[in-house]
T-cell receptor, first 116, second 111 residues
């Protein structure tokens, strides 16, 4: 068990709606990253938060946004949901700076989002 | 830019046989390399990592991987497959970037 928890585990939304996914990071980790994993694909980086600031973003539109809180937990918000947003959303916590990256990232179990 | 290529989207082995999952990377700086495993409907679990120390890295569940700079490879092996090894395996690279994953290799183990 990694100590990274995500909620909810499953979610069904209608196209055009908005969704918020939540992640509690592992104790001592100051960096949270979010990934989208479509069926049969590897995880794709959405964005990363380090000490409450976004410090990296993948190729995702602005309707994907996030927050990190002082306790390093995080939210992923997606507006105007599209059918292609259906995927497993993974949260990962890590130590973000320098060689601490060598520890790798610890993933939660994911939130399965289905958009109908 | 960093990238990872996993050769073979699906590998099938018999129980007790050697497991070999291939990963080649591209990185302009010395990379950190990782193998993750994903069981159905689960998140990713770290199997092992290369962080510029020993080139032969041992991980959990009997897996190991060897970093070969000349071949830009980081293949994952296990001497004897077990039924419980059936899962999706992802190779990933990072160095001053978020993790960049390959597309994954599904390992099937036949009794």
């Amino acid at each position: 068990e990694t100590g990274v928890t995500q909620s909810p585990t499953h979610l069904i939304k209608t196209r055009g709606q908005q969704v918020t996914l939540r992640c509690s990071s592992q104790s001592g980790h100051n960096t949270v990253s979010w990934y989208q994993q479509a069926l049969g694909q590897g995880p794709q980086f959405i964005f990363q938060y380090y000490r409450e600031e976004e410090n990296g973003r993948g190729n995702f539109p602005p309707r994907f946004s996030g927050l990190q809180f002082p306790n390093y937990s995080s939210e992923l918000n997606v507006n105007a949901l599209e059918l292609d947003d259906s995927a497993l959303y993974l949260c990962a916590s890590s130590l973000g700076a320098g060689d601490s990256q060598a520890t790798g990232a610890f993933f939660g179990q994911g939130t399965r989002l289905t958009v109908v | 830019a960093q990238s990872v290529t996993q050769l073979g989207s699906h590998v099938s082995v018999s129980e007790g046989a050697l497991v070999l999952l291939r990963c080649n990377y591209s990185s302009s700086v010395p990379p950190y390399l990782f193998w993750y495993v994903q069981y159905p409907n689960q998140g990713l679990q770290l199997l092992l990592k290369y962080t510029s120390a020993a080139t032969l890295v041992k991980g959990i569940n009997g897996f190991e991987a060897e970093f070969k700079k000349s071949e830009t490879s980081f293949h994952l092996t296990k001497p004897s497959a077990h039924m419980s090894d059936a899962a999706e395996y992802f190779c990933a690279v990072r160095r001053n970037t978020p993790l960049v994953f390959g597309k994954g290799t599904r390992l099937s183990v036949i009794a």
